[in-house]
């Protein structure tokens, strides 16, 4: 089945995901042995052999680093076509796990609409490494979406320390300054709020005078070393510093609560605002030209976060692991 535009296809499928998001997350199996494991183990002990020959990799699997916009972790093996329906109903409950309750139904409406009721588009999950492994992890990708954790908890641990992905759009592949329907734009009007709280000096040092990164490879995520656009965070006083914490804190909202808290207090405890830089971008990428930053990146030696909102909104965000966090 084909659709014209993607307004088409909600208008014949209507709010079906919806029905996806909400009341799943008490653990899977109530009652049973499995009940003590977390949602991903459990998914894991239900492979069959065949199931884990085709989908878990090595730990150190060479696209354990890898993220973009639209990828498979596994070309072949889908989500429906490689797992029976218990298995694809606790995948969906992990996945609904790591997002905040009050975002899950338009998470969820984002990632099917993003497959245009096409299986060929459906997501692919895998592991990287064993139960035996401390970064033992479940990854989950598709068509604007790359989620990830470790998967010996259900307790978020700030993405298990690998490269995350999220994006959209609704209907028009470029959207307009208002970016109509798409879950993600709330980030971007909370970073404006932050760019406003800046003196006029430290607004006209964040505008960067050069093009945003590529989004091709590595290049998205990789992390420089030195000649960083934009605004030293160095340079912030205290107040301005909290004001950042608590402004990517927001961003991160429609994240699992444990997950915004462990990449937070990451930031603080290896003070991490000093070795940051704000910029934003006009041009084409302040769409609307309104001075209503579309296009923008947090980004440091150590971590990467580009928001790109032009023509829509694509999403990278990778803080490198400083520490081993224990499992629990």
């Not at 692919?124 to 990708?141: I, Q």
């Not at 990451?266 to 030209?289: A, F, I």
């Not at 909102?309 to 965000?317: E, K, L, S, V, W």
Request: with cysteine.
């Amino acid at each position: 089945m084909s659709f014209r535009s993607r307004r088409q296809f909600l208008q014949v499928t209507g709010l079906s995901a919806a029905t996806l998001a909400a009341s799943r997350i008490p653990a899977f199996g109530s009652g049973s042995a499995a009940s003590s494991d977390s949602l991903p183990m459990q998914l894991y002990k239900s492979l069959s052999d065949e199931q884990r020959e085709k989908i878990c990799l090595p730990a150190n699997h060479r696209q354990r680093g890898f993220v973009s916009n639209w990828w498979y972790i596994h070309k072949d093996y889908r989500i429906n076509n490689t797992f029976n329906a218990d298995q694809r109903e606790l995948i969906q409950t992990i996945f609904d796990s790591m997002h905040n309750p009050e975002f899950r139904e338009k998470v969820n409406r984002q990632v099917e609409i993003d497959q245009y009721n096409d299986e060929d588009n459906a997501p692919a999950v895998g592991f990287f490494g064993t139960p035996d492994d401390d970064d033992f992890e479940f990854l989950y990708t598709g068509h604007h979406v790359t989620r990830r954790c470790n998967a010996h908890t259900d307790m978020g641990q700030g993405f298990g320390g690998g490269p995350i992905f999220y994006g959209h759009f609704l209907d028009e592949f470029v959207e307009t300054s208002e970016h109509v329907g798409n879950p993600y734009w709330y980030q971007g009007k909370i970073f404006n709020t932050f760019v406003q709280t800046l003196s006029a000096e430290q607004q006209a040092q964040g505008l960067a005078g050069v093009r945003p990164r590529s989004e091709r490879g590595e290049a998205v995520i990789s992390k420089r070393q030195a000649n960083w656009p934009g605004l030293a965070c160095a340079d912030l006083d205290d107040a301005g510093k909290q004001r950042l914490l608590k402004t990517m804190g927001d961003m991160l909202a429609m994240f699992r609560a444990d997950d915004v808290t462990a990449t937070i207090d990451e930031m603080k405890q290896r003070n991490l605002v000093d070795q940051l830089y704000v910029s934003w971008y006009d041009g084409k990428y302040d769409v609307g030209q309104d001075k209503v930053w579309d296009t923008f990146t947090i980004e440091g030696p150590d971590m990467v976060w580009y928001f790109r909102g032009q023509p829509h909104i694509h999403c990278y965000f990778h803080l490198k692991k400083g520490r081993e966090i224990a499992t629990g």
